[in-house]
T-cell receptor, first 113, second 110 residues
Framework: NAGVTQTPKFQVLKTGQSMTLQCAQD?????MSWYRQDPGMGLRLIHY???????DQGEVPNGYNVSRSTTEDFPLRLLSAAPSQTSVYFC????????????FGQGTRLTVV | ELKVEQNPLFLSMQEGKNYTIYCNYS?????LYWYRQDPGKSLESLFV???NGAVKQEGRLMASLDTKARLSTLHITAAVHDLSATYFC??????????WGAGTKLIIKP
């Protein structure tokens, strides 16, 4: 099993550009989520999904969209990149609701200039 | 609203010493999670604490949970350099949401 795979690992965007961060898991987990990690702030939840076709907002959803067409894939779209979105992004998946011990991808370091 | 605070945020210690990282949370959290992150790497799950009084140990690390005090601790015994990392605790706000502490950066000097 590959676990949780994120691509790309690094990305530089210009302000106003859009892009999609890819996330795929091969563990048949129902629950997937996207976090951003900023220095001194821990992780903040952007969006999450409890199954194919079901998504919901987390703490900091503005400027991001998600979709979940399959159990395996959960892409994160930046609609119009802003410097405030410079961060490290992590995708995670978990077995089920209730106990959401998360398995994390390797992260995407995004810089918006 | 659940808030999670860790202290200290930075800790430098000598090998062989013992120390404790504290994780306080503001409202009810059914479960408490501890993770480890090495520099530039992803997060690795260490412990999941499910109920009051829960204690889990793995090697030189031991985690405990006191839901009445809304406190979890991560105790390091006889620290070794390999334990240098950033440690995060997270509380569970609902079935689907974790709320994270800011992390404790631990440096263990030989």
């Amino acid at each position: 099993n590959a676990g949780v795979t994120q691509t790309p690992k690094f990305q530089v965007l210009k302000t106003g550009q859009s892009m999609t961060l890819q996330c795929a898991q091969d563990m048949n987990h129902e629950y997937m989520s996207w976090y951003r990690q900023d220095p001194g702030m821990g992780l903040r939840l952007i969006h999450y999904s409890v199954g194919a076709g079901i998504t919901d907002q987390g703490e900091v959803p503005n400027g991001y969209n998600v979709s979940r067409s399959t159990t395996e894939d959960f892409p994160l779209r930046l609609l119009s990149a802003a410097p405030s979105q410079t961060s490290v992004y992590f995708c995670a998946s978990s077995y089920s609701k209730g106990r959401i011990e998360a398995f994390f991808g390797q992260g995407t370091r995004l810089t918006v200039v | 609203e659940l808030k999670v605070e860790q202290n200290p945020l930075f800790l430098s210690m000598q090998e062989g010493k013992n120390y404790t990282i504290y994780c306080n949370y503001s409202t009810t959290s059914d479960r408490l999670y501890w993770y480890r992150q090495d520099p530039g790497k992803s997060l690795e799950s260490l412990f999941v604490l499910l109920s009051n009084g829960a204690v889990k140990q793995e090697g030189r690390l031991m985690a405990s949970l006191d839901t009445k005090a809304r406190l979890s601790t991560l105790h390091i015994t006889a620290a070794v350099h390999d334990l240098s990392a950033t440690y995060f605790c997270a509380g569970q706000r609902s079935n689907y949401q974790l709320i994270w502490g800011a992390g404790t950066k631990l440096i263990i000097k030989p």
